[in-house]
């Protein structure tokens, strides 16, 4: 009978507010209506009556508050049953977003600005070729050696040689360049996408729908600033971030803002994408996982 019934917020709280302003009408009604009887009244009502047995509740009928406990009870549970009624029926509806993707679309193009990556210091220079020294074309006469007589008999004196010094080790080479960090790319083969929409078809409609489930996640969590809301502030905010090879979301920058706190509020609807529960696809080139500079404009608009 009640499966199809639906009842908004206003209506609980006007079903609430009508049994309250109920219960306090009949409590006024009832103060008033035994306010009103006069004691000659009773007296004179009742002087004829028979006598009275002392078990009974008050000493005239009229005054008999009990006698309406029946009814108290059934508008109790009536009551009761409603509101119980009204409260299970409570139906909330989520806002509905309506995503266009027109605004993915910048009116001008935006500079990108790629982070900086380390580079690997220059190599050595080469060591200069050996200097070639003309020989004249003499004939070199060599010395005969000198014969030495090297007898020993006992009253020759042989002296210790001498202990030749070793030169020192060369220095150690030295440590190898830092590795050079990942190169940061504008365009790829495969663009990166947001989480979600791995399970259609093709790469347009995967495109597509990426595009659809990540303008509905900025709406859902972006935060009009106050400052913005109470002048009036309008805009788009540009933001550039480097999608990393695991998918995660790194290097967020403010480009662009309307002011009045919207590119910092951009900002931190962009990291809050690092807590959800699936991170995005990352892009690709070459049919490996690259990290990808991407651009999002995230518009700022009052509703009327």
């Known amino acids: ?9 206003l209506g609980v709280a006007l079903t609430l507010f ?3 302003a109920l219960t306090i009408g009949l409590i006024i009604y009832f103060r008033r209506k035994y306010n ?5 009244d009773l007296v004179s009502a009742n002087s004829t009556a028979d006598k009275k047995n002392l078990l009974n509740r008050t000493k005239y009928p009229e005054m008999d508050v009990f006698k309406n406990s029946g009814s108290f009870f059934n508008y109790g549970m009536t009551a009761a049953v409603a509101l119980a009624l009204v409260a299970m029926s409570w139906t909330t509806y989520e806002k509905q977003i309506v995503v266009d993707l027109n605004d993915l679309i910048l009116e001008d ?3 990108m600005d790629i982070p900086r990556t380390a580079e690997p210091p220059p190599p050595p220079p080469p060591p200069p070729p050996p200097v070639i020294q003309e ?3 003499t004939e070199i006469i060599e010395d005969q050696p000198e014969f030495v007589d090297q007898t020993v008999d006992e009253e020759s004196k042989v002296e210790a040689p001498v202990e030749v010094k070793k030169a020192p080790p060369p220095p150690p080479p030295p440590p190898p360049p830092a590795p050079v960090e990942d190169e940061i790319f504008k365009v790829v083969e495969q663009m990166p996408r ?3 929409c791995e399970d259609k078809p093709t790469e347009e409609e995967k495109k597509k729908c990426s595009d659809i489930a990540m303008l509905t996640f900025i709406q859902k969590n972006l935060k009009y600033p106050a400052i913005a809301r109470e002048n009036g502030v309008e805009g788009t905010a540009v933001v550039q971030f480097v999608v990393d090879k695991d998918g995660s979301i790194a290097d967020v920058k403010v480009v662009r803002e309307p002011g009045a706190g919207c590119g910092q509020a951009a900002e931190t609807v962009i990291k809050s994408m690092n807590n959800m529960g699936s991170k995005w696809v990352p892009g690709k080139q070459r049919g490996r996982p690259v990290r990808v500079l991407y651009t999002l404009p995230v518009k700022f608009k009052l509703e009327g």
């Open 109 to 111: 193009e935006v500079e």
């Open 194 to 196: 947001f989480p979600g």
């Open 36 to 40: 009103s009887y006069r004691l000659d």
């Open 135 to 137: 020989v004249p074309d």
């Open 1 to 9: 009978m009640f499966k199809e019934l639906e009842v908004s917020s």
């Open 18 to 20: 009508a049994l309250i």
